[in-house]
C-alpha cells in the first residue's frame, strides 16, 4: 500500500483499474508513461461502428453505451459500461474494423492504450490475457443472448407490450362484439324489451293505441340500436387494423427468416463447392504423383 502511495498520480489511477491489478508498481508506472488520458462529453460518440481500431479505451470515470444499428436501422445496445470496464478490445486485437459504436452517457473521463502498446502489454503479462478473453467471452454471452431474444421475438407480445390501454379495450370490444354470448345476450335484450314495452300496453293501457313505453315504430329501440352500432364500428375498426400490422409485422419477421435462410444456404453451397474443387485437385494431384508426374 505504501508502495502504491508513492506512484505517480496517473500509476494509482490505473491500479484501480481490474484489468491492471496484477501490476508491479515500477510496471504501473511504465504503463502510465504510454497511456494517453482523454475527456468526452455526455452524448458524444467515441468511435463509429467501421471505424478502424486504433486503441483499447478504460473506462475511468461516467458510463459509456455499446451499441449498433440493427437490420431495421434501429440502435440496438449491447452494453453499458462502468468505471473500471475496458472496450475497443475486438478490433485492437484482429487490427480490423470497430464492431460497434461507443457513446458517452455521462461526462467521461478514458484511458487510451494504442494498439500495438495494448499487443505488447498482453504479451509481457499473460494473466491479463486471461482476464481480456474472460470479459470478452462474458461480453459474447450477453450478445449472443441479446440476438436469440431478438431473432426469436413474439410478435403478439411485443404488440401486447406496446398497445395502450384504449387498444385493449378495442380487443376486448371487438372480440366480445363477434361472438355468440353478444349476439344471445343482445336477442335477449330485444325480447326483454318487446316483453316490456307489451306488458306495459296490457296493464296501463288506455284508448285505441293505449299507453306503450316505447310506441310503434319503436323510436328509441332503433335509437339504442344505431347507437350501438355507431359506437362498434369505430372500436371494431381499430381492432382490425391492429389484427393488420400485426400480420404485416409477422410476414416481414417471415421474409427475414427466409432471407436469412437463403443466404445461409448460399454460403453451404459455396462451401461445399469449394470444398469439392479442393477435394478434385488433390485427387489430381495425387493422381499426377502416383504416375510420377510433376504437379501444377
Known amino acids: 500500500m505504501a508502495e502504491l502511495n508513492n506512484l505517480s498520480e496517473e500509476a494509482q489511477s490505473l491500479a484501480r483499474v481490474p484489468l491492471f491489478k496484477r501490476l508491479e508498481p515500477q510496471e504501473l508506472e511504465k504503463l502510465a508513461e504510454e ?19 486504433d486503441a483499447l479505451y478504460i473506462l475511468e470515470e461516467g458510463s459509456v453505451r455499446i451499441w449498433v444499428y440493427d437490420e431495421d436501422v434501429k440502435p440496438v445496445t449491447l452494453a453499458e459500461l462502468k468505471p473500471g470496464d475496458f472496450f475497443g478490445e475486438l478490433a485492437v486485437l484482429d487490427r480490423g474494423e470497430r464492431s460497434s459504436s461507443a ?13 500495438d502498446d495494448f499487443q505488447k502489454f498482453l504479451i509481457e503479462h499473460p494473466d491479463a490475457s486471461i482476464d481480456v478473453i474472460c470479459e470478452i467471452a462474458q461480453r459474447m454471452r450477453q450478445t449472443n443472448l441479446l440476438v436469440s431474444q431478438r431473432a426469436s421475438r413474439n410478435i403478439n ?28 345476450i343482445y336477442l335477449t335484450f330485444l325480447v326483454a324489451w318487446m316483453a316490456f314495452n307489451t306488458f306495459v300496453l296490457v ?65 453451404l453451397i459455396r462451401k461445399q463447392r469449394e470444398r469439392d474443387a479442393q477435394i478434385d485437385q488433390l485427387n489430381k494431384a495425387l493422381a499426377a504423383l502416383g504416375q510420377g508426374k510433376p504437379t501444377q
Do not use: C
Not at 494517453?36 to 481500431?53: C, K, L, W
Not at 455521462?106 to 492504450?113: A, E, F, P
Not at 406496446?162 to 380487443?171: C, H, N
Open 35 to 53: 497511456i494517453d488520458q482523454v475527456n468526452y462529453p455526455a452524448g458524444e460518440t467515441i468511435f463509429n461502428e467501421h471505424d478502424r481500431g
Open 103 to 115: 457513446t458517452a452517457i455521462t461526462d467521461i473521463h478514458l484511458h487510451r492504450l494504442s494498439s
Open 203 to 267: 296493464h296501463y293501457g288506455r284508448g285505441e293505441e293505449g299507453a306503450q313505453f316505447d310506441p310503434y315504430p319503436y323510436i328509441l329501440l332503433n335509437l339504442m340500436l344505431s347507437m350501438t352500432a355507431a359506437l362498434q364500428a369505430p372500436i371494431i375498426m381499430m381492432s382490425q387494423n391492429r389484427a393488420a400490422e400485426k400480420d404485416r409485422l409477422a410476414a416481414e419477421q417471415d421474409f427475414k427468416v427466409n432471407l436469412k435462410s437463403e443466404i445461409m444456404l448460399e454460403e
Open 157 to 184: 407480445v411485443e404488440m401486447e407490450a406496446k398497445s395502450t390501454i384504449g387498444q385493449r379495450i378495442a380487443d376486448k370490444v371487438a372480440s366480445f362484439g363477434g361472438s355468440w354470448t353478444f349476439i344471445i
